[in-house]
């Protein structure tokens, strides 16, 4: 079956490094996406991953293992106005739909 | 470029009453999605069109909510009668077919909020 976990929240002080993770199970695998949600506001395009590795776009990088069906979220430098929900979806091989996780909510705190 | 438009932003409405939302997607983006996002969850998708063709609506709860894309631009999702049970935000959100079959990244409308009482 398809299934994406993320934890619910997560805390971290401003100025530290945090480390968002997201483990899935799905039929056929093409391609993980990481979305910021800020509360009230529509999700916006983070990064992509389809191969392993880390992607690196300025303080935020995207890691992926195909083969532990695993991925995380590095937030470098945080900011206060990072805190917000982070959306793992990852993309059916099937019919290219994506299957959203529930988020995990940042709270930076100064 | 111009972002996803979406109206209304909120929108109260009473059970068994009717209402519709309204959706325009960034200009040359062939495939729209509507999703219904629920307060701490993730997005679930209810209908993807490409052009005005619906290509999955499997989770869309027809006795109840409609959707249609006319002229492959525009989309209207409708819900009548509505339940208390579909109070949530509801995202519109659009993207282009690549060349290899995949699409690009979703781009999301800032939402509709509904709240059923």
């Known amino acids: 079956g398809q299934n994406i976990d993320q934890p619910t929240e997560m805390t971290a002080t401003e100025g530290a490094i945090v480390q968002i993770n997201c483990t899935y199970q799905?039929?056929?695998?093409?391609?993980l996406f990481w979305y910021q949600q800020h509360a009230g506001e529509a999700p916006t395009f983070l990064s992509y991953n389809v191969l392993d590795g880390l992607e690196e776009k300025g303080r935020f990088s995207s890691f992926l293992s195909r083969s532990k069906g695993y991925s995380y979220l590095l937030l470098k430098e945080l900011q206060m106005k990072d805190s917000a929900s982070y959306l793992c979806a990852v993309r059916e091989r099937s019919n290219y739909q994506l299957i959203w996780g529930a988020g995990t909510k940042l709270i930076i705190k100064p | 470029e111009a972002g996803v438009a979406q109206s209304p932003r909120y929108k109260i409405i009473e059970k068994r009453q009717s209402v519709a939302f309204w959706c325009n997607p960034i200009?040359?983006?062939?495939?729209l999605y509507w999703y219904q996002q629920i307060l701490g969850q993730g997005p679930k998708l209810l209908i993807q069109f490409q052009n005005n063709g619906v290509v999955d609506d499997s989770q869309l709860p027809k006795d109840r909510f409609s959707a249609e894309r006319l002229k492959g631009v525009d989309s209207t999702l409708k819900i009548q009668p509505a339940k208390l049970e579909d109070s949530a935000v509801y995202l519109c959100a659009s993207s282009f077919r690549l060349a290899g079959g995949s699409y690009n990244e979703q781009f999301f409308g800032p939402g509709t909020r509904l709240t059923v009482l």
């Open positions: 799905t039929s056929g695998f093409n391609g």
């Open positions: 200009s040359g983006h062939a495939t």
